[in-house]
């Protein structure tokens, strides 16, 4: 009997589609566990193919396109002494389609099984696109039994089970676990409960990549049987590493030490913005992002995260000012343009609203002035940007908050004109908090300056969107303490009004926000994607209707 076994994790990023660039990533990595002496080598869920596959993989002839390049992979194991190589792809059994994991060796697929949890919930469609396996049952490898679990697999004791029953030596988890906060830990305890449960030692292997609203932030870990990690791989990096198994006593044990540090809260949050911006801009060919730097905290912040993400010759900001722009606003763009070292102009408005006050002057007369001239600064701002976009062929970044975009504080084809939001899951409060941890840290990996990148001006100053005298956020919304306390019970939690009002907000003021949330809704639903950072986020996560009668505030319901 064999007692050593030698598995090589591969933490990659793949692309949605491109199967042909999917396969020259796994074929460089199978090269390198190859040289690194590897039996095994593991690589994420559907690496062939690219995950979310969405609708795509309802085309017969992309499914067929992947399982021909999963033939290619498996030529590459012909040989001895070649490692055996584990791949993911959907997969046409007779005509069910499945999400599939292969083990590759000598030369030809050994082994397939399919993934029988299918989730369905939260960001996951699975079960519309694909059919649920049968309970897996161990691959045979060199002397080892594989017990593969795919993903949400790992989630219930079905799957484990039965791997035991059938005589599983191993675990192994090929995911691809979407990031949110305090996401791996939950990862943990689900691990922890399936080697307690089979007293198997276990592999978690995820990928590293963005894809649209959803960043995977790697962080693949293996398991003991007693339950300890004696290897966490890095977070938000692409990494591989050669894992070493002895059988010890009762079973298999990881005899490698190896332990990345775990990022903290906002570490976490910061880097999820980081990779989803520059994963969606590369990944769909944009040659760099504009956006308007008002002066104000969030595009301040979204800027730097597109300098860290892409660099400062990618980044171009516009201060556009108009009659209310204040002096302080135009000093502080033009401080947090320096600092970040991005290509800085100014373009005013007022040109253009004084064109259209003489347009609109027929019609709008006898009216008095409201938020409708307010929308059309923003608008004009939004004109501008999408002007130079087309113009130099970089993409829109918009900059609203999730605060704002929970409640409307947005101008539909104004600011939230734009091809992508690295702040639209993002609350008020942790833009303040994520700017000072910013100025006070420099994200591994990143391309911007440290030192101070957003003025502090910028963050101590009353948040305003300065489209009329004296405008100040709070004018039109509740401080932004009790503002985020609400909407994260809203939105994150699903709370009642009467739940929240219990935690010490005023009925008439939790009310307010829940209609106000409720009839936003037809605007998010044109506002452009941006990076899941939450439990909840406004895209796949949370999908209410537009037309909708419901408020839990009114009591005769």
Known sequence: MTDTLSIYLVQMNPTVGAIAANTDLIKAAYGRGSNAGADLVLTPELSVAGYPLEDLVLKPFFVRTAMRAVDELAALTAGDGKPGLIIGSP???????????????????????????????????????????????????????????????????????????????????????PFELDKHPERQVHARNRVDETGLPLVFCNEMSGQDELVFEGGSFVMNADGSVPVQMEFWAEAELRTEWTRAGKGLECTTSYQAPTPDHYTSMYQAMVLGLKDYVHKNRFPGVILGLSGGIDSALSAAVAVDALGPDKVHCVMMPSRYTSGESLGDAEDCAKALGVQYDVIAIKPGVEAF?????????????????????????????????????????????????????????????????????????????????????????????????????????????????????????????????????????????????????????????????????????????????????????????????????????
């Open 357 to 557: 006050d003489e347009m609109l002057a027929d019609v709008f007369k006898g009216t008095k002035a409201d938020t409708t001239e307010e929308n059309i600064q923003s608008r004009l701002r939004g004109l501008v940007l999408m002007s130079l976009s087309n113009k130099f062929g970089k993409m829109v970044l918009t900059t609203g908050n999730k605060s704002e975009m929970s409640v409307g504080y947005a101008t539909l084809y104004g600011d939230m004109c734009g091809g992508y939001s690295v702040l639209k899951d993002v609350y008020k409060l942790d833009v303040f908090a994520l700017s000072r941890w910013r100025n006070e840290n420099v994200p591994v990996g990143a391309l911007g300056p440290s030192g101070e990148v957003i003025p502090e001006n910028i963050i101590t100053k009353p948040p305003t969107a300065e489209l009329r005298e004296d405008q100040k956020d709070e004018d039109s919304l509740p401080p932004y303490e009790a503002l985020d306390d609400m909407l994260r019970c809203l939105v994150d939690e699903e709370m009642s009004v009467d739940e929240i009002i219990e935690r010490g907000h005023s009925a008439s003021e939790v009310a307010r926000i829940e209609h106000l949330l409720y009839i936003a809704e037809y605007k998010r639903r044109q506002s452009p994607p941006g990076v899941k950072i939450t439990r909840k986020n406004f895209g796949r996560d949370r999908r209410y209707p537009i037309t909708n009668g419901f408020r839990s505030a009114r009591r005769t319901e």
């Open 91 to 177: 997969w046409f059994d007779g005509e069910v389609l499945h999400n599939a994991v292969l083990l590759l060796e000598d030369g030809e697929i050994s082994a397939i099984r399919y993934k029988h949890d299918l989730p369905n919930y939260g960001v996951f469609d699975e079960k519309r696109v694909f059919k649920p396996g049968a309970p897996s049952v161990p691959m045979e490898f060199r002397g080892f039994l594989l017990g593969v679990m795919i993903c949400e697999d790992m989630w219930y004791p079905t799957i484990a089970k039965n791997l035991k029953d059938h005589g599983a030596d191993i675990l192994l988890v090929p995911t691809c676990s």
